[in-house]
């Protein structure tokens, strides 16, 4: 007899164990198939004990078989699907059978998040922005970095400086690290301590093995803590009780990329699991290769770009400079730049990027509704990185470990991560050091630097001697005969100096960098219901402990540095109307070590309209905070043009790095010098947790049938707003005196050694700084085989009231827009390509600041599966047409990367 659509869909029946055992022991069998609604079998569908961890997946004919306590009955068995509307289904009694029927549920509307606000809801219904992406969007994502994929989500913003390093932000203030933006696997912090960035996905989970990624927009403390300032990214890895088997993956492409992943996961019986997930993957790296001369505000005395007097370049590193007095003859009050390498000659042979991770851990049941895991993370890789210089991080490696209680309405974590510089190194540094080393050839003991300014000086002089004048002339001899004196690129000298001074950490001599830091945390969590409200409450207590041997913190005495922070939260969330309308508030209160204590609130309502609640209507208001960085804090890095500093003790007063120019004329007339130093005074108080404010409406809900609409505006007003500034101070803060001035401008090279010096420091403006911006995103799901998407972000700040020459680091375009499309086609053929286009910007950093023009890419991948062989064909690439796609400025081009590969999937 042929079957019915609504013939049974889910056959449960309940095999009890043999009598005289005691209730508590005995065992029920939960035995089913799950079909889609044409009649097939659905493999990798969820069944899941709602409130317990009792749950597994169907294997490749649809079938599941759980195991339950008898004296459970009556339970309910959610069964999901990505794609498919969650059903659930009440089991009464022993031998009941159930008809389920999963429907295609393309819009996605029914998605759960937990992001928004720490419990699960309906992703329509969240009371700010959030987004998801879950496995079957998570795999149409084509770059070898699970971040920069995350871009062609609405209102994120993502920034790339190496093959592995990216950073990302909502709402603006991005760069190349997530100073603003919490990235969280499993409500674990993925930040290196020592740096206080998120490197990619680097320290996180191999793609393979997550479940979703959620994206909350906006400023987050409330509940997140410092630093959840303009979002929270929240990375959910697969349970090995939900996912069970073995998974493989594995690519290659152009620029020598190659990539394997791989994930097992196994069940002991009910109650314990193993899960292991690894990969390892490498490519050619992003080459930056920008010659532009920096500006004065990084170089005051920099020479215009092919200047004969040499300049210094963005991407050229170790054009080390000399400022001629009168011993110079005609160079007198001129700078002379080496030529100094680009990044290419100096990084040699160094120039695959590559990274692994292994993530063991082990799962176990202590009862249904409680379960107990252990992790460990080992994480290590090599790729260029750009902030306050560019660097190689070279075998950068991280190790995270973490015990966890868990159950459905509460948790307690733990977890330590520890990072290792190993053999990374300051690129700036190696080529100024190389370049200052001492020159084994020379009879006197002079370094490279010191000989190529002399040879530079006696050839100019003596060329202007024979024919004066001829300026042009003078340089270009005088270039050729300095020109012995810089090493040759891949020279058995330059090969030998380039070896020894990246792996020496000894400061002014080596440029190799190996921190090592260790971050604590301990949070805890309960929510529960009661008649009038729901309330989740929770805390958290961190602690870093950095440690850097005063090559990047302050440390000069060998001890870590520790600084610890803890907060607790509270939120109350009530539903009314016919649960139509949802409010909801949470607050925060967060201390530290070295600032007052913080109270963050958030308040949002929610109105739903339509028979279904498909409408919803929403309004929010949010208070964050963001704590300076530990570099903010406890920095302590020269340079040598400018000596970066942490800025928690009395501040600093100086003048602004503009009177250097004018100080030759300053210094001159003693009677009024002070009075004409009094228009550059500046001022950078000690730093204190910057503020802000945002109030957000929008609306989200599905407009008519497949047709979701997500559009929000918000307007963000911060306060003590944290960026940096650069001044002429002495090291001790205080402002220098006129003799102290005098003898730093005469030294040959200005500022840049002794104890008045070119200091930068982060700071709190006094204006308050205003944004604003929204976002549209519309998604058309009308089949299986046709799916578009399109989603356009606007970001605006407000300059008109900041001091001059304050460095917002907004980093963000204007516009900036989404579009995409895919499907399925004969069942086993699936497609998906985006295109994606941003206006260029002012970038800026403490590395390097400029005009980024626009950029855009173009990612594509098909897929062609083969069931019997349980194994799914791919091909695709990022950036298929190679367009102009710089999103640092100092950072590289960020080409093209096409691959071929195949993925496993044994349930």
């Given amino acids: 007899m042929k079957k019915s659509l609504f013939t049974p869909l889910i056959t449960l029946s309940v095999l009890s164990m043999p009598a005289g055992l005691a209730q508590a022991q005995t065992q029920a069998e939960l035995i089913g198939t799950v079909q889609t609604d044409t009649g097939e079998p659905l493999p990798g569908a969820t069944v899941f004990v709602q409130g317990t961890y009792i749950g597994g997946t169907t294997n490749g004919q649809g079938m599941f078989r759980l195991l339950v306590p008898a004296h459970s009955l009556p339970a309910t068995v959610n069964v999901s699907f990505v794609g498919y509307e969650t059903h659930k289904a009440v089991i009464e009694n022993a031998g009941d059978k159930l008809s389920v029927v999963l429907l295609p549920s393309p819009a996605q509307i029914n998605e759960v998040v937990v992001s928004a606000s720490r419990v699960e809801e309906n992703i329509l219904r969240a009371g700010v922005t959030v987004d998801k992406l879950n496995t079957l969007q998570l795999g149409r994502l084509t770059q070898p970095d699970l971040i920069p994929g995350l871009a062609r989500m609405k209102g994120v913003d993502v920034t790339q400086s190496g093959m592995f390093m990216s950073s990302l932000s909502t709402r603006g203030f991005n760069g190349a690290t997530s100073e603003r933006l919490v990235q969280l696997i499993d409500y674990m912090d993925t930040q290196s301590p020592s740096l206080n960035i998120n490197a990619g996905n680097a320290l996180g989970l191999p793609e393979i093995d997550i479940a979703s990624v959620e994206v909350l927009h906006g400023p987050s403390s409330a509940l997140y803590g410092a630093n959840a300032f303009n979002g929270v990214v929240l990375t959910n890895s697969k349970d090995p009780y939900q996912y069970e088997g073995l998974s493989v993956r594995l690519r290659g492409g152009n620029r020598d990329y190659i990539d394997g992943q791989l994930r097992y996961a196994l069940r002991f019986g009910r109650k314990a699991a193993f899960k292991v997930s690894g990969s390892y993957t490498r490519a050619l790296d992003w080459m930056a290769e920008n010659y532009d001369a920096l500006s004065g505000a990084y170089v005051p005395n920099n020479n215009p770009a092919g200047s004969g007097l040499g300049y210094d370049a963005v991407n050229r590193y170790g054009d080390v400079s000399n400022t001629f007095n009168a011993s110079g003859g005609a160079l007198n009050g001129k700078t002379v730049f080496m030529p100094g390498w680009t990044e290419r000659q100096l990084i040699a042979g160094d120039r695959y990027a590559q990274l692994y991770r292994v993530v063991p851990s082990f799962h176990y049941l202590i009862t249904d509704k409680v379960k107990a895991m252990v992790e460990f993370k080992r994480a290590e890789g090599t790729t260029s990185y750009q902030f306050t210089n560019r660097y190689r991080f070279k075998n950068f490696a991280s190790n995270q470990v973490r ?59 003596t060329y202007l001697a024979r024919t004066p004048g001829d300026v042009a002339g003078a340089e270009q001899a005088a270039q050729a005969a300095a020109a012995r004196y810089q090493l040759t690129p891949g020279s058995a000298e330059f090969n030998d100096l380039r070896k020894r001074v990246s792996q020496d950490p000894t400061a002014g001599k080596g440029a190799r960098i190996n921190p090592s830091s260790l971050l604590n945390d301990v949070s805890a969590q309960y929510d529960f219901k009661t008649r009038a409200v729901d309330v989740v409450i929770g805390g958290a207590y961190r602690q870093y402990r950095l440690g850097s041997d005063g090559q990047l913190f302050s440390d000069l005495d060998g001890k870590r540095i520790v600084n610890p922070e803890f907060g607790a939260y509270l939120q109350l969330t009530k539903q009314l109307l016919q649960e139509r309308l949802k409010l909801t508030a949470a607050g925060r209160l967060d201390d530290s070590k070295n600032f007052k204590s913080v109270f963050s609130p958030r308040a949002s309502a929610v109105y739903s309209l339509g028979e279904q609640k498909q409408h919803n209507l929403r309004a929010s208001y949010n208070q964050a905070y963001r704590s300076p960085t530990q570099q903010g804090q406890y920095l302590n890095l020269d340079l040598a043009r400018v000596l970066l500093l942490g800025n928690i003790g009395g501040g600093f007063q100086g003048y602004s790095t503009a009177a250097a120019s004018q100080l030759g004329s300053i210094l001159t007339q003693p009677a009024t010098a002070q009075e004409r130093l009094a228009a550059y005074e500046l001022q950078a108080d000690r730093l204190k947790p910057e503020r802000v404010a945002t109030w957000e409406v929008g609306y989200k809900g599905e407009l008519v049938k497949n047709v979701v609409l997500d559009v929000n505006y918000y307007r963000s007003h911060y306060n003590d707003f944290i960026g940096q500034v650069r001044l002429i101070s002495n090291v001790d803060g205080s402002r220098p005196t006129l003799p102290q001035l005098a003898a730093a401008a005469q030294s040959p090279q200005p500022f840049q050694s002794g104890t008045t010096r070119v200091i930068q420091v982060q700071t709190n403006a006094n204006q308050e700084v205003r944004t604003s911006g929204g976002l549209v995103a519309l998604t058309w799901t009308p089949t299986k085989q046709l799916n578009l998407s399109g989603n356009y972000t606007l970001n605006l700040i407000d300059r008109s009231n900041l001091p001059e020459g304050f460095q917002t680091y907004y980093n963000t375009p204007k516009h900036k827009y989404n579009l995409g499309a895919y499907g399925e086609l004969a069942k086993r053929f699936s497609y998906s390509v985006n295109y994606r286009w941003a206006e260029g910007h002012l970038f800026e950093s403490p590395f390097a600041a400029g005009q980024l023009a626009s950029y855009s890419s173009l990612d594509a991948q098909v897929g062609y599966q083969l069931p019997r062989l349980h194994t799914t064909l791919q091909a695709g690439g990022s950036n298929l047409a190679d367009a102009r796609n710089i999103q640092v400025y100092g950072g590289p081009q960020i080409g093209r990367l096409v691959y071929a590969g195949l993925s496993l999937d044994l349930k």
């Avoid at 510089?421 to 006197?444: H, I, K, R």
């Fill in 403 to 461: 015990a966890e209680l868990k159950a459905d309405n509460w948790f307690v974590r733990a977890y330590q991560t520890q990072d290792f510089g190993n053999d990374s190194y300051d690129l700036p540094f190696l080529g100024a050091f190389m370049q200052t080393a001492v020159d084994p050839t020379s009879t006197t003991g002079r370094s490279y630097a010191q000989q190529y300014f002399q040879a530079y000086a006696v050839a100019y002089n």
